[in-house]
């Protein structure tokens, strides 16, 4: 890869230049190059000066180390459920945490349930010198972010996003990975496909949209084949889709769930009403987490890269520190991992 360095007036660093620029010219990962240059653990001291160097020659902006420096993790009430519930929070924290040590970095954490909570804790963040900046867990409510204008510290968002991209983000591929995953029971040859969900978070609504896409792609419409439940439990998904066959008959022949947790609940009421998966429906899953592969059948679902996402929010941080690049929003692809409960549809 060939970078192009150009100058800005009277030396000034060149806005051109990013992290992955200087971790192309020196062959190594970001995360590596983040390590290096933020003067964290786990880099050979001739790799750090090589890297450190190369930047310099680049003319990219370096940014202040933050070993030894905090973080405050600030977490929702979506958030806090979700570690209690499921398994998805753990491990994005698990990565975060590993990233931090890494790192240097102490993570202070606090819960934001109100606005009131959320302005005690960036007062708290401004005032404390040793705190570099915030990083809101599952937290992308508008009027909670509103609160944050001025701020002056940088903040990401994990596994949310800010419609008026005020702050950077880091979320899973959320409407391409549902895009994905209707397709895959599409090339099954299901075209009754329900969607299983929770409404209310944009992260949520993404996959919403790709299955939307995917349908559309095929000639194919809605309809009513949206399913909302009240919440991610299994017992509630499991009376969603029993009520819609009491009502209607076996009238789709595949699920894609928002979640696991909804998915489980649907083989559940699948089997109840007299089913078999996947010999009558195909069931699908998003997010991949340890529980799905022990169902009875195993369940289909889209990888997320939970651990990963954690992990990178940090260096995500970090290069905002600099100052030099406008917030953007990453997202982190996904992948299906292919068990027993999708099946070609029946004849």
């Not at 009240?230 to 209607?248: C, N």
Request: aromatic letters at 4%; proline letters at 4%.
């Amino acid at each position: 890869m060939v970078v192009k360095v150009e100058s800005g007036k009277r030396g000034t660093p060149s806005r051109r230049v990013r992290l992955e620029d200087v971790a192309a010219r020196c062959g190594v990962s970001v995360s590596t190059a983040s390590r290096a240059l933020a003067g964290g653990k786990g880099v050979r001291g001739d790799l750090r000066s090589t890297i450190i160097e190369t930047a310099r020659k680049l003319n990219y902006t370096m940014p202040t180390s933050i070993a030894g420096r905090k973080v405050i993790l600030a977490a929702s009430n979506a958030a806090r459920i979700d570690y209690g519930r499921n398994q998805f929070t753990f491990y994005v924290l698990d990565g975060l945490n590993e990233r931090a040590k890494t790192l240097g970095v102490e993570l202070v954490s606090r819960s934001i349930a109100d606005a009131g909570e959320q302005i005690a804790l960036l007062n708290e963040a401004r005032q404390d010198k040793s705190v570099v900046g915030c990083l809101f867990l599952t937290l992308d409510d508008e009027a909670v972010l509103t609160l944050t204008g001025g701020f002056g510290k940088p903040i990401v968002l994990i596994n949310g996003d800010d419609p008026a991209m005020h702050h950077s983000s880091l979320t899973p591929c959320n409407r391409s990975a549902a895009h994905l995953a209707t397709q895959h029971l599409l090339d099954l040859g299901h075209r009754r496909i329900l969607f299983l969900m929770r409404r209310g978070r944009r992260t949520i609504e993404r996959r919403f949209e790709g299955w939307q896409d995917a349908l559309r792609g095929r000639g194919l419409a809605a309809g009513d084949l949206a399913v909302e439940v009240a919440d991610w439990l299994p017992d509630l998904a499991a009376e969603a889709i029993a009520r819609r066959i009491e009502a209607r008959g076996l009238d789709f022949t595949a699920v894609l769930a928002a979640g696991d947790s909804l998915a489980i609940g649907a083989m559940m009421a699948i089997r109840k009403s007299g089913y078999e998966v996947p010999a009558d429906v195909s069931v699908m899953g998003m997010d991949d987490l340890p529980q799905a592969a022990f169902q009875n059948p195993p369940l289909t679902t889209m990888h997320i890269p939970m651990r990963e996402i954690g992990a990178a929010s940090l260096d995500l941080l970090l290069a905002d520190l600099g100052g030099d690049l406008p917030p953007r929003r990453i997202e982190f692809a996904c992948h299906i991992v292919q068990r027993q409960s999708t099946g070609p549809v029946r004849a």
